[in-house]
Each structure stands twice: as structure tokens, then as C-alpha cells.
């Protein structure tokens, strides 16, 4: 018999051929009815893939983040299929899944349009219907090449050529469709269901070299269950009316010019008075945190990246160039190394630590053309960088302390759902460091998190080359996730810029380094904001606060009053004095997003007081200009502050 474990801790007997499907079986016939793998000793593999004796077995249905990867995998073998038996003469190449759905990249000498789109999806629906069965099977790897050449797929035959020569070569057959992959896969394809849709077409290099063959790209999106699939749809059509960029022009915030600086930002009087906000509301924060804020050189020595293993890592996407003295300067892409050489400036004591030092520092990396995406993927960027330098005694509460800050942050911009994550050593080619080292770094955060009752999960293999650290998730009002501020503890550049401290025992110390970011960049933050919020910033935030209108031009001197009033206070304010109507006025103001609008006419002049029209709402309320000037200034003040 072969004995298997359950995630409860519970024992299973099964007879020694035993699948995944029998043990699925044995549990329940639901749960039989809805796997779609399973995780042995946390592999996963197909149902009809047998079982080892002793293991730990786990059923995989859609409702596990498992189970929709496959899906959405075995969603993307389907659309090929489909393809495939639409346009036979199409070679197909590679097509993972990916974030709520997947991509397929095709050979083909005509171009797809969204108006294949419809074909395709009634193909597809036509194998789910016809409930085909997925099989695995491996092939020598000569036998392999063969058998895709001889069907005219010179791409899969590529594949198998590059891969390394113990690797096995499985193949997955689906009706008369066959494809090389990895796997898992689900058991037919009636488990994918109907909750599918493609969404666009693109070009992209074979294998993203731009020396090769452009492919063309279809997108699509999969989930478990229609409700799901509508929820997404409804989520991203209410996303393309938020979308930052649409907002940003239409609120005149900034531009982009990609023939002349790809992946910068030109700001605007109005976009650059948001961006000035945000570092003035994080200076802020940090001062009263205990920070001191420096500003290091953009242009530095390459050595000092070479020193910090980020040239080795990740030169490629650094820009840099020789001087007629042949020495090597790199714009820099982090400020990590200007951080530490300001340490490195004279002696520093225990009693100097923890030393928490900000940075606005702007910074420079090359992305591929095609990912840049607005102020979300850029090549130059402002980070709110900070390092603190702490004893290793004093490292867990420095953790917590910044993770409280960073948490009470997103609170002000109203994210109040925040996920967390501890990000893990990657593989040891991705790495620098000891394995003593990362268990201590590793263990300092989980017991921290713990400690202080903080909720978090492990997102394994993603930390940074040099040290672990917190991901820190926000959700926006339409329920898309951001990654954005993250605490990177690291025990590594320490020693390879070689800093120290005078201990209590008057000998040198190796000092801990903490890198963190709270907003993560400028740019991108800013973009989160305008579409989280659909360019209705808060008060406190917005570029431009208050309009005032008047309703005919006789009433402009008091206008003008109430704008010099509002100005002597602080507020920003302008007037609108054009031979308009004020309800053409109203509206032209409320598509620029600006957050109030009053309008004055003889009533208000001669009571001194504005009729009052917030963004958003139909209503209107007349208020004594004291009472409304007074309310705006509180409203206008940072968060914080009015605590």
C-alpha cells in the first residue's frame, strides 16, 4: 500500500499505482470533480501523474493561486490549438501565464487584428466543449526536434536545442494538438471553462531580441468563473477612464516626448506643484522621524557600483561612458553608494546610531522601449531613498518603526488596505553574501513582523541580491494591487564598503544597513494616486485648490478680493474672469479636476460670502468668506499635521 500525508496532518491509504486523481477521489467526489493537480512535497504535478510513498499531497482546484496559474496556462495551449486549427500554416512559439491570464506568441505572415479576436474565442469554447484530454508524454530529445520539425515548428525544435542535455523533453497532446512544455497542465479541456477573454494584439521579438523576428503577441485573461471574468472587465474599463495618463493632460500635469527622452517626464507648472507637494509632505515626515536628508552626485565612478555588485548584476541597464581621462562614470541608478561613502566621513559611535539618512536622489536605469508605461515605468525617476545604519541589536525595531511610518503614510493618501510581504534570498547566481547571513537578516524580519503581530506572507526567491526585505502591496479604490515602499535589510554593502562603528567596548563594528523607500519613486506614486483617486485629488494635494468664477464681469474686483484673500493664507487659488457663462465655466473647471469652485455675484459681494460647488456633487452651500477660507486652510493642511 502506499501511505501519503494530507495538509491537515491526516493519513491516506492508496493502492501502490496511486495518481493524484486517486487521492482526490478518496477525499470526496467534490473535491475529485474540481482538482486540476497536485502538490507533492510542494511540486506540482498533473493528476494522472503518480504518487510517491511517504509524501505530502495537496488537491489543487482554481481556488488556489496554483490552480489558476494552470488553468491560465492550459488556457494558452488551447488558444493555440485554436490558432492552429484556424490558420495551419501559423507557427507557434511560447505562451506562459501571466498576471490574470496569459499570452501566446505566433509565426505568421499575416497579421492578426482584434477582429480575428471573436474566430478565435468560438474556437476555443468549441475544444473546452469537446472536453479533450490533456496528456503528458517525453521524448528523447533528438526524437523531440524531429517530431517538431517534421510539423514545421522550427521554433519549438529551437527550444529543444538550447535546453540543457539531461533536461527531460515532455510534451502535452490535446486532440490532434500537440505542444512542448513543463507542465502541470488540467486533465481536459472542459476544466478551463468558459471565463475567458482576449484582449489585444501585440508585437514582440522572438526570445526579445530585437535582432530577431518580430512575433505577434495575442493577450488574454482567464479566471476560474464568469463572475470573475466580469468583475476583471468592469475593473479595467473603469481603470481606462482612470488612466493617469488621460488625466494628466487633461489636467495640463506633465508630458512625455519619446522621439527626444524616452521614459522622462516633463512636469508642467501644475504636475510639478503635486510632485514638490510630495517631497515636501515626505520631508516633513522625516524630520519628525529622526531623519537628516543629504544630496550625493548623479554622475560617480563606475568602480562604485563594481564595489556594491550592482554593476555585475545589473550594468546592462546603467548609463555610463568613458571621459577623455579613459575613466568609467555611471549616471547613477540607486543611491546606495553616495549613501555610503557620506557615512564613511569621519568616526561614528554607537551613540551616533541609528543613523536614518534620506535622500531625494534621481536616478537614471535603461528599460526596453516597450515597457516604458507613463509615470508607472520610467527611465528616470526620483526616489524617497533612505539608509539607516543601526547595530544589529538595534535592527528589528528600526524594521518596525519604518514599517509603522510607511503604513501611517499610505493612511494619509487614504490606502488603508496594505499588504505585506518578506521577499527571500533568490538563487545563490543572484546573490551576494553568506547563507549565515541571510538566515540572520531572514529570521530578524519574520520575528519581527510576528513579534508585533503584523500579518504577512513569503514571496519566495524575490529579495534583493544583497539582503531580504519588506514588500509593501496598496489596493486602490477599484482593487488593483501596487507594489510600492519596501525595507531592505542588508549586511552585505557594509562589508564590501567596509564602514564601521566604535562599539561600547571601544573596538570597530560592522553597522547594519537598512534601505527603504516609502512612496518607491515620485513618478510612479504620483501615478498611482491620479488613478486611485480619477485626478480628484485631495485638497491638501491638489495642484490647484479654488476657482473663483464671477457671474458677470461686474463682480470681478470682488473675485479678485476673495483669490487675493484666499492666497494671503496660503491656499492656490486663480480666478476666472473670462466673458463666459459661469455654468460653462463650472464645467470646463470641474473637468480640469480643480476641487471647489465659488462663485460670486452681487448677493456674495454685498454679504461677503461665496457659493460654494465641490468637485463631484451638485450641491451647493453659501458660506461667509472668514468661515470658508478658514475651512479650506484646515482642509489644506497636510494630514498629519492636523492629528
Not at 548609463?319 to 555611471?330: A, I, L, M, N, P
Request: net charge negative.
Amino acid at each position: 500500500m502506499l501511505n501519503i500525508k494530507l495538509p491537515d496532518g491526516s493519513d491516506l491509504s492508496l493502492n501502490d499505482d496511486a495518481t493524484g486523481f486517486d487521492v482526490a477521489s478518496a477525499i470526496s467526489a467534490s473535491l475529485a470533480k474540481a482538482a486540476l493537480a497536485v502538490k507533492v512535497n510542494d511540486q506540482l504535478q498533473d493528476l494522472s501523474a503518480p504518487i510517491i510513498n511517504g509524501a505530502t499531497v495537496t488537491v489543487i482546484t482554481s481556488k488556489d493561486k496554483d490552480g489558476l496559474h494552470i488553468l491560465r496556462h492550459s488556457c494558452s495551449h488551447v488558444m493555440a490549438e485554436a490558432v492552429k486549427e484556424l490558420w495551419p500554416e501559423t507557427q507557434v512559439t511560447i505562451g506562459p501565464a501571466i498576471e490574470n491570464g496569459f499570452y501566446y506568441d505566433f509565426s505568421r505572415i499575416d497579421p492578426f487584428t482584434t477582429e480575428d479576436f471573436e474566430k478565435i474565442e468560438a474556437k476555443m469554447h468549441e475544444i473546452v466543449g469537446r472536453d479533450e484530454k490533456i496528456e503528458r508524454f517525453v521524448l528523447p530529445r533528438n526524437e523531440a526536434i524531429e517530431f517538431f520539425e517534421n510539423k514545421g515548428e522550427k521554433y519549438k525544435a529551437e527550444i529543444i536545442r538550447d535546453l540543457p542535455e539531461d533536461e527531460t523533453i515532455s510534451l502535452y497532446r490535446q486532440g490532434d494538438y500537440t505542444d512542448l512544455c513543463r507542465g502541470p497542465h488540467v486533465p481536459s479541456t472542459s476544466k478551463i471553462g468558459d471565463a475567458f477573454k482576449l484582449t489585444k494584439v501585440a508585437g514582440a521579438y522572438w526570445r526579445g531580441d530585437s535582432n530577431n523576428e518580430m512575433l505577434q503577441r495575442i493577450y488574454a485573461v482567464a479566471f476560474a468563473d464568469k463572475k470573475d471574468l466580469k468583475a476583471y472587465l468592469e475593473m479595467m474599463e473603469e481603470a481606462a477612464k482612470r488612466d493617469h495618463r488621460k488625466i494628466g493632460k487633461e489636467m495640463d500635469l506633465f508630458h512625455f516626448e519619446p522621439e527626444y527622452a524616452p521614459g522622462a517626464v516633463f512636469w508642467h507648472d501644475k504636475g510639478y506643484r503635486i510632485y514638490r507637494k510630495l517631497i515636501e509632505y515626505m520631508r516633513n515626515r522625516q524630520e519628525h522621524n529622526g531623519y537628516i536628508e543629504i544630496s550625493t552626485p548623479r554622475v560617480m565612478d563606475r568602480v562604485l557600483w563594481e564595489i556594491s555588485g550592482h554593476w555585475d548584476k545589473y550594468g546592462a541597464h546603467n548609463y555610463s561612458g568613458q571621459t577623455e581621462d579613459k575613466k568609467w562614470f555611471c549616471i547613477k541608478p540607486m543611491n546606495c553608494p553616495g549613501g555610503l561613502l557620506v557615512y564613511k566621513q569621519g568616526i561614528k559611535s554607537y551613540r551616533d546610531l541609528p543613523l536614518r539618512v534620506a535622500e531625494f536622489g534621481k536616478v537614471n536605469r535603461y528599460e526596453a522601449s516597450g515597457s516604458l508605461m507613463g509615470l508607472m515605468r520610467v527611465r528616470e525617476f526620483t526616489q524617497d531613498d533612505a539608509h539607516i545604519f543601526c547595530t544589529p541589536q538595534q535592527m528589528e525595531e528600526e524594521c518596525i518603526t519604518t514599517l509603522k511610518l510607511i503604513l501611517d503614510i499610505y493612511k494619509d493618501f487614504g490606502f488603508e488596505e496594505v499588504k505585506i510581504y518578506l521577499s527571500t534570498r533568490p538563487d545563490s547566481i543572484y546573490r551576494i553574501g553568506s547563507d549565515e547571513t541571510w538566515d540572520f537578516c531572514e529570521n530578524a524580519l519574520a520575528n519581527a513582523l510576528t513579534t508585533h503581530g503584523y500579518k504577512y506572507e513569503i514571496n519566495p526567491g524575490e529579495g534583493a541580491f544583497y539582503g531580504p526585505k519588506l514588500e509593501f502591496i496598496l489596493k486602490d479604490a477599484i482593487g488593483r494591487e501596487w507594489q510600492c515602499g519596501t525595507i531592505q535589510v542588508d549586511m552585505n554593502l557594509p562589508e564590501r564598503f567596509d564602514i564601521s562603528y566604535i562599539g561600547e567596548d571601544g573596538e570597530k563594528h560592522r553597522p547594519v544597513m537598512l534601505h527603504r523607500a516609502l512612496f518607491g519613486s515620485i513618478e510612479r506614486f504620483l501615478g498611482i494616486l491620479i488613478e486611485n483617486h480619477a485626478g480628484k485629488l485631495p485638497l491638501w494635494i491638489s495642484p490647484l485648490q479654488v476657482v473663483v468664477a464671477p457671474v458677470t464681469s461686474e463682480f470681478n474686483d470682488y473675485a479678485l478680493d476673495v483669490v487675493r484673500t484666499l492666497k494671503k493664507e496660503g491656499l492656490l487659488a486663480d480666478s476666472d474672469l473670462r466673458n463666459e457663462k459661469v455654468n460653462y465655466k463650472v464645467r470646463e473647471h470641474s473637468l480640469a479636476k480643480v476641487p471647489v469652485i465659488a462663485v460670486v455675484g452681487a448677493k456674495e459681494r454685498d454679504s461677503k460670502t461665496v457659493t460654494v460647488r465641490r468637485l463631484g456633487s451638485d450641491k451647493q452651500e453659501v458660506m461667509a468668506l472668514d468661515d470658508f477660507v478658514s475651512a479650506l486652510k484646515f482642509e489644506a493642511t497636510m494630514p498629519h499635521i492636523n492629528e
